[in-house]
């Protein structure tokens, strides 16, 4: 199956979210979809954190993994996911942040690329561990439609949902169309 990375895809606001964000529908096993299945979807979601992703400038050219790289960034993503979402929860389990620090340790050990690039999985440890140094749990937040995580970065931090265009839009067009039936229903 053919998928395109859009901006959308990279709402998270941080590289290491967006890589988490990667798993769609998440908590429903029957409908999940892992974008990352496919080797070459992982390599064109590197090219594309070049047009799109939030910490574009921090890593400069963020390049493909190397294939033994790729079960490490797996593994990375899903420490970083259940990592953050516990911490959205207030679900403060110390195991979760020895597992998600871990997985960075797994990425980091590997060898390095060349100094062209950095490569997806290590610029997605780094983005995970400044997210785990410097937290800002009043920014960090799960969208109510799709369940991405994501930052708040508006200044009053009211921030609603992962992209006000997609789940924003989709949310107040199930809520018109409800009351609308609402109002024609006898």
């Known amino acids: 199956m053919s998928f395109t990375w859009t901006a959308h895809r990279f709402s998270g606001g941080a590289l290491a979210l967006d890589v988490a964000n990667s798993v ?3 908590l429903h096993p029957e409908r999940r979809i892992d974008r990352f299945a496919d080797g070459a979807a992982i390599d064109s979601f590197a090219e594309a954190a070049n047009l799109y992703g939030a910490e574009k400038e921090r890593f400069g050219i963020v390049g493909p993994v190397g294939s033994g ?9 899903e420490a970083t996911d259940r990592y953050f979402r516990a911490q959205v929860r207030a679900d403060d389990r110390p195991e979760l942040l020895a597992d998600l620090l871990e997985a960075i340790a797994a990425v980091v050990r590997q060898p390095a690329n060349s100094g062209k690039y950095i490569a997806l999985d290590v610029a997605t440890a780094h983005s995970a561990l400044s997210l785990v140094a410097n937290p800002e749990p009043d920014r960090l937040k799960i969208c109510p439609n799709c369940e991405w995580l994501f930052l708040d970065r508006s200044r009053n931090r009211s921030r609603t949902w992962c992209d006000m265009a997609v789940c924003g839009n989709r949310t107040k067009a199930k809520r018109h169309y409800r009351r609308n039936r609402e109002e024609t229903q006898p």
């Open 24 to 26: 769609v529908l998440r």
């Open 69 to 77: 790289s790729r079960q490490s960034l797996i593994g990375l993503r």
